[in-house]
């Protein structure tokens, strides 16, 4: 596709339950983010992928959350044992160089 | 590290009037970007526009132009001849030149409405 494509778009569960959250960037960008939106707040860094670079994970906010990213493409973000403090918008943005970022539509997480 | 200051939660103007945005910043960085995005309800974050620290003159897309003082640390967003379409949520970012993860902060946003 021509952009950042995030699925699903919106995924309710329940408390302690895991949930996987995909991007797939735009072909040929070979950094990936993903951030994490509360609700009326700002954009918080979650994790960065620069080609096959070891990730940067300094943003995540605990060992419950990990991300992968297969082949320099698609990445998942997974939340394990999910807490209502998790439920936000996650979203994926890729980036063909530095400065210029594009982002997906997001993923809505309510956690009941 | 960097912040980013956006004091407006909400404004509110009519159609066909002017409004700006306001946006402090502050690093010790000397060469970096700054960026306005738009986020509307469909969530995706929209660039509006994007400055070079090292560029003096300011930048400007169509209706969207912005004042860059660096001195002063300041990068304020202005729409002219505002529309029904730009109502959304802007965020005010920054990025040291170094790109990677850790040069992009987020202001808290701007919530702009547009009414007819």
């Known amino acids: 596709g021509a952009g950042v494509s995030q699925s699903p778009s919106n995924k309710v569960t329940e408390k302690g339950k895991d949930v996987e959250l995909r991007c797939d960037p735009i072909?040929?960008?070979?950094?990936l983010y993903w951030y994490r939106q509360s609700l009326g707040q700002g954009l918080e860094f979650l994790i960065y992928f620069q080609g096959n670079s070891a990730p940067d994970k300094s943003g995540l906010p605990s060992d419950r959350f990990s991300a992968e990213r297969t082949g320099g493409s698609v990445s998942t973000l997974t939340i394990q044992r999910t807490q209502q403090e998790d439920s936000a918008v996650y979203l994926c943005?890729?980036?063909?160089?530095?400065?210029?970022?594009?982002f997906g539509s997001g993923t809505q997480l309510s956690v009941l | 590290a960097q912040t980013v200051t956006q004091s407006q939660p909400e404004m509110s103007v009519q159609e066909a009037e002017t409004v700006t945005l306001s946006c402090t910043y502050d690093t010790s960085e000397s060469n970096y970007y700054l960026f306005w995005y738009k986020q509307p309800p469909s969530r995706q974050m929209i660039l509006v526009i994007r400055?070079?620290?090292?560029?003096?003159q300011n930048a400007t897309e169509n209706r969207f132009s912005v004042n860059f003082q660096k001195a002063a640390k300041s990068f304020s967003l202005k729409i002219s001849d505002s529309q029904l379409g730009d109502t959304a949520m802007y965020f005010c970012a920054f990025m040291n030149s170094g790109g990677g993860a850790d040069g992009l902060t987020f202001g808290k946003g701007t919530h702009l409405i547009i009414q007819p």
């Open positions: 943005a890729s980036s063909p160089d530095r400065a210029k970022l594009f």
């Open positions: 072909s040929g960008h070979t950094a």
């Open positions: 400055q070079e620290a090292y560029k003096q």
